[in-house]
């Protein structure tokens, strides 16, 4: 019975399942790919068809990790660095295949070592991770697992610029709400603080600088990290006037997706003291 397990394709159990829906379509499409990965070798597929998968997994586990790491960041995860380093190790190791350090003939073997690291991922680390996101969730009211992704409220007067943000967001699993102005930002952000704001300069009603001061002025806000993102040439003198409101960066429109969600994440262990706080 062991060998006929042995012998089938990865594939998705129930006892996979989080609870949180935007992790289980990431998990679920991970075993995909290693069931195509594992289907392609069964076949004596050659490198060169091997390699754009081996190099799409990478791609997809490092969009993974860095949304679970978002998540391990926003709620004070404590054991963040140790789960971090098993997804470091793996992307390594994937990173050597891609790369040909690892040699070719050897793929039949790394196959079943793969398999191993991604179920007791899983099944053990990422079960913990997910359990802690739902006992703080639990303890804060907020029993709607949809709402645990991290929130970005984006205010800007430019439609397109808006909507290509939110896009780029949602993409990385964040959730969005957005704002044509300071005052329904403002207004949006007291209803429903976010984990972080995203604000342009110039806008109609209330500007991004009188947004901040006022969002540094108040209590319920102050600690939530605000980000200024510009449509212009930055001035250092505009920078170091953003830094003394308050704002945890000041950017320039437009940042490379990557580069924006890497700034954005490193302002983010602010929210979580946020969310401990409260
Ligand atoms: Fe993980
Ligand atoms: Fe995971």
Known sequence: ???EEEGKNMQWKSEFETGIAEIDRQHRTIVQLVSDFE???NARANWN???????????YAKFHFAVEESLMQIYDYPSMTAHRSEHRFVLERVADLEGGVLRKDTIVDLVP?????????????????IEFVHR?????????????????LIADADAENRDLLKIVLQANSFRVTLAADGMEALAAARSDPPNIIVSDVPMPNMDGFALCRAWMLDAGLKRIPFIFYCGHHVRPDEEQFARTLGAARYLTKPLQAELFLRELRAVLPAAGRISSAA
């Open 1 to 3: 019975m062991g060998t």
């Open 39 to 41: 289907t392609a070798v």
């Open 49 to 59: 068809s091997l390699h754009p998968m081996v190099h799409r997994a990478k791609e």
């Open 113 to 129: 070592l793969f398999r191993t690291w991604l179920l007791s991922h899983f099944m053990d680390s990422d079960r913990h991770f």
């Open 136 to 152: 703080r969730t639990a303890r804060s009211g907020n029993t709607a697992v949809a709402n645990v992704l991290p929130q970005v």
